[in-house]
Structure formats: C-alpha cells, structure tokens
C-alpha cells in the first residue's frame, strides 16, 4: 500500500526541541522529494520545507519562518524522512504532515494522516 | 513571502455551480503553471484536486475545474453536491522555489 505515517509529535516547552518522523511505504523513496506542510489548530495550510531526492543533489528549502531553526532530512535506507524541531515557539504548534511532491514542483498526490506538536509551558 | 489570498467563504446550492479564486503575484500564480488545489474535509489530510492549474489527478471528478487569468487562478466546482462541503486551499510555487497556500476557503452548500 502507498502511505505515509507521520510520528514522534507529542508536547514541548518553548525552547526545546522534537524530531519527528515520516515512514514512506509502497514507492520508490529514494527517488522522492519530500516536503513537510503544517497546519495550526483552526488555520490553514503552511509550507514548512522540501528536502529533493539525493540523485537530485538532496538539498533543502525552507520557509522563512523556520529557516534556522528546522532541519529536513532522510535516510533512504530506512526510507523514513525526518523533522528536526529546535528553539521551538508557541506558534510552531500544529499538526504536522509529510508530503511526497511528485512533479518537482509540489505536486502532492500522497499525505500521512499527520502528528501534532504542541509547544506550551 | 505572503499567502495567496482566497475569499474566506463560498456557498452554493445543490447542482449549482461555484468559484473560488486566488489572488498572488507575478512571482508565483502569475509566474508559472504551477498552481494546485486541495479539498480538505474536517479531520481529513488534504486531497489534491487539482494540479498544474488545470489538470486533474485520476479518479476525481470533472465536476472540478482550474484556470488562470494573470495573478489569480480559480478553481470552479460545477453541479454542487453535498459531498463538496469543504475547505479548499489553492498553492502555487514561488520565484524562490519555494511554495505558498492560500488562506483557504470554506465551501458552504445549502
């Protein structure tokens, strides 16, 4: 079955920092490029960052407001993308979802069911 | 850089046919053909809808429609059904490579 499930969120005090987890199954995952899309409680849809295939150089991008603070990145041999969390704010709170972008240019057939970070104190 | 903009809300009777616009730039809508479209059901992941302004994925409806005109694409759901209750969100990719949402818009149908 193709899927994506998204783990690892949980609560957080501001500051402090979380990885969280995507285990990417039924494709060729080391040929996907993979983003991460957040959505705050009752809000819409944000773009966190993409990571590109390795044979693609596997290089990031972030959104503004994370850049710096988030890091993406994968191990194709477990085919499991990752979310590194650092200097977390309240407004980071959201539920997070992984995304395989299939055209290059965010084309997002494929969604995990999500996992929610809450960063309170 | 700043979310497309999107009507907050949209309604329409059943069989009666809707659009929901979204407004950028010349640095992402306006800039390339690459806007999509998601439907997003209370508690659900996002489903794509639509993809390279006007194309539609396999096994969803022609009912749904995309174009562009300039900085605004819209998406257009003909013969409303109930099922199409939603929140929808337009994206577009950006001179920075990156990628951009819209606010998102609330489909109401009566």
């Known amino acids: 079955e193709v899927q994506l499930v998204e783990s690892g969120g949980g609560f957080v005090k501001p500051g402090g920092s979380l990885r969280l987890s995507c285990a990417a199954s039924?494709?060729?995952?080391?040929?996907?490029?993979m983003c991460w899309v957040r959505q705050a409680p009752g809000k819409g849809l944000e773009w966190v960052g993409r990571?590109?295939?390795?044979?693609?150089?596997?290089?990031?991008d972030y959104a503004a407001p994370v850049k710096g603070r988030f890091t993406i990145s994968r191990d194709d041999s477990k085919n499991t993308l990752y979310l590194q969390m650092n200097s977390l704010k309240a407004e980071d709170t959201a539920l997070y979802y992984c995304?395989?972008?299939?055209?290059?240019?965010?084309?997002?057939?494929?969604w995990g069911q999500g996992t929610q970070v809450t960063a309170t104190s | 850089q700043s979310a497309l903009t999107q009507p907050a809300s949209v309604s329409g009777s059943p069989g009666q046919s809707i659009a929901i616009s979204c407004t950028g730039t010349?640095?992402?809508?306006?800039?390339?053909?690459?806007v999509s479209w998601y439907q997003q059901h209370p508690g659900k992941a996002p489903k794509l809808m639509i993809y390279d302004v006007t194309s539609r994925p396999s096994g969803i409806s022609d009912r749904f429609s995309g174009s562009k005109s300039g900085n605004t694409a819209s998406l257009t759901i003909s013969g409303l059904q109930a099922e199409d209750e939603a929140d929808y969100y337009c994206a577009s990719y950006t001179s920075s490579s990156t990628l951009v949402f819209g606010g998102g818009t609330k489909l109401t149908v009566l």
């Open positions: 990571i590109k295939s390795k044979p693609s150089g596997g290089t990031t």
């Open positions: 995304t395989w972008d299939s055209s290059g240019f965010y084309r997002f057939n494929l």
């Open positions: 010349n640095s992402d809508v306006g800039g390339y053909k690459y």
């Open positions: 039924g494709f060729n995952f080391k040929d996907a490029w």
